[in-house]
């Protein structure tokens, strides 16, 4: 893996032989092209120094970054407050932690603005340094699944993606590494809402955040979620749980689905008794009308995006005429949720996702998560098609 950025090159390798080859490789190639290289800055041994931070064997740290105390102005405190921002995913520097510091930004908005450390944002500086000196983030392993676990109390929800090493334990082996592997820390915006935000929200809002940036780190999901849920009586039991799932929409959305990319899939409905009964704009109602009969929709519920397209029946035929075109838009996916319906139960139908190796899964009506995603899904298109289309 060669990653570039302006004029810093990070390679990688899964051992140290490719690792060497590829540099030479890589090395020859830049002078072939012209390029002239100090041999001093390159990295051939650890710790190695790529955008800010410090690569070691094992463990990752931001580089050296001098905290400025003498705050004296806004632009001070928002230069400040962006660095803390940059290196807290590797720190655990909680927003409840911070909150001095950010409190700072309120206030007059111009760049002469006055500023002053308070004792509370004096306080949190010092945490700041000690966290800076004494935590660390971990490299991971790629034989072993991501986890995520959800941390804090409110409304100072925060989580950590990790991974944990089974270690084998010696007492002869003093340096024996720890079993737990913390990739990074993930954190909700310091700005809080306006409105009334339930818990089971900031738990959503956290989950949909960690997912997103594990896909950006490694390309897949977490193997399991770790989510706090408070316990009268010592146990919950799945009625609780799935309760809880379907009253909170936004956690339906969250905890949908665990392959790299999913699809819920399915024909909404008649186009004129449902989609288009809502469009107010006659003349848009007729032509649509007019041309399909149905909308087949499929959501990736990993990323939310929705690919919709109107045909002119529901047989098994018209909906892999919707998927193919989906598959162009969305990826092809590893599994695919349906209902039970004829349309989807077909031979043709399970032959036709076998062929683009795509798992079937079904069951949407009894499923409140699937449901809720097709409804909501089903909403939007009545918004989309009312208010963005005109004749």
């Not at 995913?89 to 001095?100: V, Y």
């Not at 045909?311 to 990826?331: C, P, R, V, Y």
Request: one cysteine or more; aromatic letters at 8%.
């Amino acid at each position: 893996m060669i990653l570039h950025y302006m004029d810093d090159v990070l390679m990688c390798a899964p051992n140290d032989d490719l690792l060497s080859h590829t540099l030479d490789l890589t090395i020859d190639s830049l002078v072939a092209a012209g390029f002239e290289l100090q041999e001093e800055k390159i990295q051939r041994m650890p710790p190695w120094k790529y955008q800010g931070l410090e690569i070691g064997k094992q463990t990752i740290v931001p580089q050296k970054l001098v905290v400025k105390n003498n705050i004296k102005s806004l632009p001070d405190v928002q230069q400040l407050c962006g660095s803390l921002n940059w290196v807290r995913s590797w720190l655990d520097l909680i927003t409840e932690d911070l909150e001095p510091l950010f409190n700072l930004l309120k206030g007059g908005e111009e760049l002469s603005s006055p500023r002053t450390l308070t004792q509370e944002s004096q306080a949190a500086l010092e945490k700041v340094q000690d966290c800076m000196a004494t935590r660390q983030a971990n490299r991971c392993k790629s034989d072993l699944p991501f986890k995520f676990i959800i941390l804090g109390k409110l409304p100072h929800f925060h989580g950590m993606i990790f991974q944990w090493e089974n270690v084998e334990k010696s007492k002869k082996d003093k340096d024996c590494r720890a079993p737990l592997l913390i990739i990074e820390w993930v954190f909700l915006s310091h700005h809080r809402s306006k409105r009334m935000t339930r818990p089971q929200e900031l738990v959503a809002e956290l989950i949909q955040k960690a997912r997103t940036r594990i896909r950006d780190l490694a390309g897949c999901d977490f193997e399991c979620l770790h989510i706090p849920i408070e316990i009268n009586s010592g146990q919950i039991k799945k009625a609780v749980l799935e309760h809880l799932i379907h009253e909170n929409e936004a956690l339906q959305f969250a905890l949908d689905s665990y392959t790299d990319s999913a699809y819920v899939a399915g024909v909404v409905s008649r186009a004129e008794q449902a989609v288009l009964s809502d469009v107010s704009n006659a003349a848009l109602f007729n032509l649509l009308s007019e041309l399909a009969k149905y909308v087949h929709v499929s959501v990736d519920t990993l990323s939310g995006a929705v690919y919709a397209s109107a045909h002119t029946g529901e047989k098994s035929s018209d909906a892999m005429k919707h998927l193919i075109q989906a598959f162009s838009f969305l990826g092809i996916p590893k599994s695919i949720k349906t209902d039970n319906g004829p349309t989807y139960t077909s031979k043709e139908f399970r032959s036709f996702l076998q062929q683009w190796g795509a798992e079937h899964k079904t069951g949407i009506p009894y499923s409140p998560r699937g449901q809720a995603i097709m409804e909501r899904t089903h909403q939007n298109l009545k918004r989309v098609l009312s208010n963005n289309i005109s004749l």
